[in-house]
Every structure is written in C-alpha cells, then in structure tokens.
C-alpha cells in the first residue's frame, strides 16, 4: 500500500532542515565569538573592559534568543 505524501509537507521539511542547520550554524559562531570576546576581555587594559564586557553581554543575549528557536 502507497501513502499519499504532500509536495507541501516535503517543501516545509526541507525548508526546517535548512533553518534547522542555519540556526545551528549561528550558534556555532556566537559561541566562538563569545570565546574571543572573553579572551579580549582578559587580556584587555582596565578602560577597554567595560566595552568588552557588554560585548559578552550582546552576544550571550543574542546566544539564549538563538537557542530558543532550536
């Protein structure tokens, strides 16, 4: 016996997939962005720690909202 698959249903799981690997993609980087972050930040003179600490921030806010989406 066939099953009836829609063209629709195929177009929207390929279409998941994708944004699937996207987002994984993204969180790949904002996690190799926030390890650069932090090491800057260590290495940074005391008048640059601030900006580098709302970098980290930024990206660990961008991280959890990216996340969420997985």
Do not use: G, K, W
């Amino acid at each position: 016996m066939a099953d009836v698959i829609s063209i629709n249903e195929i177009a929207r799981d390929r279409r998941r997939a994708r944004e699937r690997a996207a987002t994984e993609a993204c969180v790949h980087i904002l996690e190799a962005n926030i390890q650069l972050t932090l090491h800057l930040f260590s290495t940074a003179p005391e008048r640059e720690r601030p900006l580098r600490a709302r970098q980290m921030r930024q990206l660990a806010e961008l991280l959890e909202y990216v996340t969420r989406a997985l």
